[in-house]
C-alpha cells in the first residue's frame, strides 16, 4: 500500500499551514544567511539583504505566480478565486527569478550599490532556495515527469520508500523530476560556491553563471515533465529541440508527452536562449570594460568610498602637544597680573 504525504503540516484553528509553505520559507531562509556570510566578507550589513529578501520575496512569489496563470489562463478564468491559491502548487520559477530580479534592481539602486555586484553575493542562496523549494513539488506531487516502473524508481535510482511512494500517483508510478532538478542545484551550489573564489572572476559573472548552470539542468529535466507549458512552434525549431536533448535518448530517456498540444516547451526554450544570452553579455561586459571589477574587489556604494575611523598614533599626539606648547608661549601677556 502506498501513503502519500499530507500536504497540511498542521492546522490552528480554521487555519492550516501547509508543507509546500513551510519549505518555500525555509528555502528563502537558508538563502538568505549564505548571503548574510558571503556579505559579511565585504563588510556589508546584515540588514542589507534581509530587506532585500522582505522584499524580493513577495515579488517573487508574485511573479511567478502571475507567469503560470498567464500561460494556462483556460485553467482560471472560470475560477477566479483560484488565482490567490498558491499553496495548492502553480508557480512558475522564470517568473519567480523576474519578479526578484525587478525588486532586486529597484532596491539595489535606491540604496546606491552596483545591482552585479550585490546579485553575485546573492546568486548562491538564490541556487540552494531553488534546490529546497522543489521538495514542496514533491509534498504536492506536481510538477512530476512521465510515467516509469516501481522497478525502476527501487532498482535502477535506488531510492527510498518514502520518495517511491509519494511518486505513486492515481495508480501510476512517475519520474521524480523535484529530485532530479534538487540534485543538479545542489550541484550547482557547490560549483558557484568554488567559482567565486577564483581571481578570474568578474562582477556579474558568478550570477550569470547561475544562469547558465540551472539553464542547462532545467532544459534536459524539463523534458521528462507531463505539465510543461508549451505552444506550437515551427518544425524547424521544435526538431532542435528535440536535437539538443538527443543525447538523453542515448541513456534510454524518454521525453513526456506535451499536456497542452503544442511541439515546443517554453521552459526548453527559454534555458537556450538565457544560456546564449549569458554568454554573450559576460563577453560584452569584458570587451566593454563594463566587468572591471572583479569578484573579490571591495563592494563599495556607487560613486562613494568608506570612511575609515583613524586611531591616534603616539607620533600624532607628540605633535599636537608640540604645537599646544608652542602655541602657548608665543601668547602676548594680557596685562592682568595676579594677586
Known amino acids: 500500500m502506498y501513503l502519500a504525504m499530507n500536504p497540511i503540516a498542521f492546522g490552528i484553528g480554521p487555519l492550516q499551514v501547509h508543507w509546500y509553505g513551510i519549505i518555500l520559507g525555509s528555502a528563502a531562509l537558508i538563502g538568505l544567511l549564505l548571503a548574510i556570510q558571503e556579505g559579511k566578507r565585504f563588510g556589508m550589513n546584515p540588514d542589507f539583504f534581509m530587506d532585500l529578501v522582505l522584499l524580493g520575496v513577495p515579488s517573487a512569489i508574485i511573479g511567478a505566480r502571475i507567469y503560470y496563470v498567464a500561460f494556462k489562463w483556460e485553467d482560471y478564468k472560470d475560477n477566479l478565486p483560484q488565482v490567490f491559491a498558491v499553496w495548492n502548487g502553480g508557480i512558475a520559477i522564470y ?8 525588486a532586486a534592481v529597484f532596491y539595489v539602486r535606491r540604496k546606491g550599490y552596483s545591482f552585479w555586484r550585490i546579485v553575485d553575493v546573492c546568486a548562491p542562496g538564490l541556487i540552494v532556495g531553488q534546490a529546497i523549494g522543489r521538495w514542496g513539488n514533491f509534498i504536492n506531487q506536481e510538477a512530476h515527469g512521465g510515467p516509469v516502473s516501481e522497478s525502476f524508481l527501487r532498482n535502477s535510482l535506488h531510492l527510498p520508500d518514502f520518495i517511491v511512494n509519494q511518486m505513486y500517483i492515481d495508480g501510476q508510478f512517475y519520474h521524480p523530476t523535484f529530485l532530479y532538478e ?64 538527443a543525447p538523453m535518448h542515448w541513456f534510454g530517456f524518454e521525453q513526456g508527452f506535451m499536456t497542452y498540444g503544442g511541439n515546443v516547451r517554453i521552459s526548453q526554450l527559454l534555458a537556450v536562449l538565457i544560456v546564449l544570452a549569458a ?6 561586459r569584458r570587451k566593454s570594460g563594463a566587468a572591471a571589477e572583479r569578484y573579490a574587489d571591495p563592494i563599495l556604494p556607487i560613486g562613494g568610498t568608506k570612511a575609515v575611523k583613524e586611531e591616534p598614533t603616539q607620533e600624532t599626539t607628540d605633535n599636537k602637544i608640540e604645537s599646544a606648547i608652542a602655541e602657548e608661549s608665543n601668547k602676548e601677556p594680557s596685562g592682568k597680573s595676579g594677586e
Open 95 to 102: 517568473g519567480a527569478l523576474i519578479g526578484a530580479i525587478l
Open 182 to 245: 534538487s540534485l543538479w542545484n545542489i550541484a550547482g551550489l557547490l560549483f558557484l560556491l568554488w567559482l567565486r573564489r577564483r581571481p578570474f572572476l568578474r562582477a556579474g559573472e558568478l550570477f550569470m553563471s547561475y544562469f547558465v548552470w540551472y539553464s542547462i539542468g532545467r532544459f534536459f529535466i524539463e523534458a521528462f515533465r507531463t505539465d510543461s507549458l508549451d505552444f506550437t512552434g515551427p518544425a524547424w525549431l521544435a526538431a532542435l529541440m528535440n536535437g539538443l536533448w
Open 279 to 284: 554568454f554573450a553579455l559576460m563577453i560584452y
